[in-house]
């Protein structure tokens, strides 16, 4: 029997979903630890976007406000020095500012940012961005400011379904009344002892 190849390399231990196939697709650039973990290790390359459905059009919509700063700043390479600069780090030459080399070169991080993780943690949503080579902080700001601005909007979507939600009691999950699960198996227990 021929072995399943998987689209993302995370597939093999944590298994996707065709939702999640297509949102890491669509923003490659932004999402590409998932698919070369290991150029870029981290918890995104292992284990992929690890938040509920219900969250993935905030994430989108971080993502493409993200994605569209990496193609810009993609663009700096047109930039003599830049691309001069970029050379060197690549040929292990160190910065000389006799030449005009920016400083740049020994920056240990990606040429431009990364998501590096996508999670739930307790009843929050996270993601993490890890800085880039080639962004100036104007630039990673409005990165982090999509991210956080999703992460907002999550504490009153339902992780699930991504209707209107709120936390539980123990701030370990934000779910609408219909995917709350303690609110199901009261539920049911009621109906049951009515019987």
């Not at 932004?30 to 995104?44: D, E, I, M, V």
């Not at 406000?65 to 030459?93: F, G, H, K, P």
């Not at 999703?150 to 999950?173: H, P, W």
Request: glycine content about 6%; hydrophobic content about 35%.
């Amino acid at each position: 029997m021929k072995a399943k190849k998987h689209q993302f390399p995370f597939e093999a231990v944590a298994p996707t979903t065709p939702e999640q196939r297509s949102l890491l697709n669509r923003y490659p650039l932004f999402f590409r630890a998932a698919r070369y973990p290991g150029t870029h290790p981290c918890n995104l390359g292992i284990w992929g976007i690890a938040c509920g459905p219900g969250w993935y059009p905030l994430v989108e919509q971080a993502a493409t406000v993200i994605e569209n700063e990496l193609r810009q700043c993609l663009r700096q390479l047109t930039i003599a020095d830049t691309l001069t600069s970029v050379e060197r780090r690549m040929q292990n030459i160190p910065a000389s500012e006799a030449l005009g080399d920016l400083g740049w070169e020994t920056h240990p991080d990606a040429l431009i940012p990364f998501c590096a993780e996508i999670s739930k943690r307790k009843d929050e949503l996270y993601i993490h961005i890890t800085a880039g080579y080639l962004e100036d902080s104007t630039v990673l700001s409005r990165m982090r400011l999509a991210a956080v601005t999703a992460q907002g909007l999550a504490k009153s979507v339902c992780e699930l379904c991504g209707a209107s939600g709120r936390s539980n009691f123990f701030n370990e999950y934000v779910y609408c009344a219909k995917c709350d699960p303690v609110k199901i198996s009261s539920l049911n227990s009621r109906t049951q002892t009515r019987t």
